[in-house]
């Protein structure tokens, strides 16, 4: 059974750095493209980063390029977000998701975590 | 980046009846090499992560009953209930992956029971 289970969140100052860790198992998460998406209370889903499976190629989203840098260690089977000059519209519940391709993408997700939010206020 | 505009933002329709959700991609999802449109659809409840509903616009996942049905191609899709349940009561998402630098969601439709 595929699992993804999330974890880091929680309340941080504006400017404030937080890592989230996203444990994968019952698939080969080496073979595996991995996303960050995040929801702030109330709102749309936002896709906020991707990386490729051996974690050569990274994306983001333009609202948290140059702040934020996602990860991998594919010996722990876990997904990382680091993030860094928080603000308060990153306020949001963040998903970790598996996306379906291996090789060429990114393509749809069908795994998703249930999510850990974070909170950015003073 | 590519836009996703869904409509309408919510919709309330009877026990047994057809729901009907629109979305709208501001440039072309459908790749020429391959003829697929890269379109996929979630459904969310409160409280709970998206579940995968239906890829390359129409293929459902597996699982998913067969009252969901996705259709379109280019910059035109929708995901359409055919006899809508109370556990569809929900928000839908479409997502575009044709993009390389990363995918986008539209905004959501609320489905509920009128």
């Known amino acids: 059974e595929v699992q993804l289970v999330e974890s880091g969140g929680g309340l941080v100052q504006p400017g404030g750095s937080l890592r989230l860790s996203c444990a994968a198992s019952?698939?080969?998460?080496?073979?595996?493209?991995m996303h960050w998406v995040r929801q702030a209370p109330g709102k749309g889903l936002v896709w906020v980063s991707r990386?490729?499976?051996?974690?050569?190629?990274?994306s983001y989203a333009d609202s948290v390029k140059g702040r934020f840098t996602i990860s991998r260690d594919n010996a722990k089977n876990t997904l990382y977000l680091q993030m860094n000059s928080l603000r308060a519209e990153d306020t949001a519940v963040y998903y970790c998701?598996?996306?379906?391709?291996?090789?060429?993408?990114?393509?749809?997700?069908?795994?998703w975590g249930q999510g850990t939010l974070v909170t950015v206020s003073s | 980046d590519i836009v996703m505009t869904q409509s309408p933002d919510s919709l309330a329709v009877s026990l047994g009846e057809r729901a009907t959700i629109n979305c709208k991609s501001s440039?072309?999802?459908?790749?020429?090499?391959?003829?697929?449109?890269?379109l996929a659809w979630y459904q969310q409840k409160p409280g709970q992560p998206p579940k995968l509903l239906i890829y390359?616009?129409?293929t459902r996942e597996s699982g998913v009953p067969d009252r969901f049905s996705g259709s379109g191609s280019g910059t035109d899709f929708t995901l359409t209930i055919s006899s809508l349940q109370a556990e569809d009561v929900a928000v839908y998402y479409c997502?575009?992956?044709?993009?390389?630098?990363?995918?986008?969601f539209g905004g959501g439709t609320k489905v509920e029971i009128k």
């Open positions: 998701a598996k996306d379906t391709t291996m090789i060429a993408g990114p393509s749809y997700f069908d795994y």
């Open positions: 019952g698939f080969t998460f080496s073979s595996y493209w």
């Open positions: 390359w616009a129409s």
């Open positions: 997502q575009q992956y044709y993009s390389t630098l990363g995918v986008t």
């Open positions: 440039q072309s999802v459908l790749y020429s090499s391959n003829n697929k449109n890269y």
């Open positions: 990386i490729n499976s051996d974690g050569s190629s990274t």
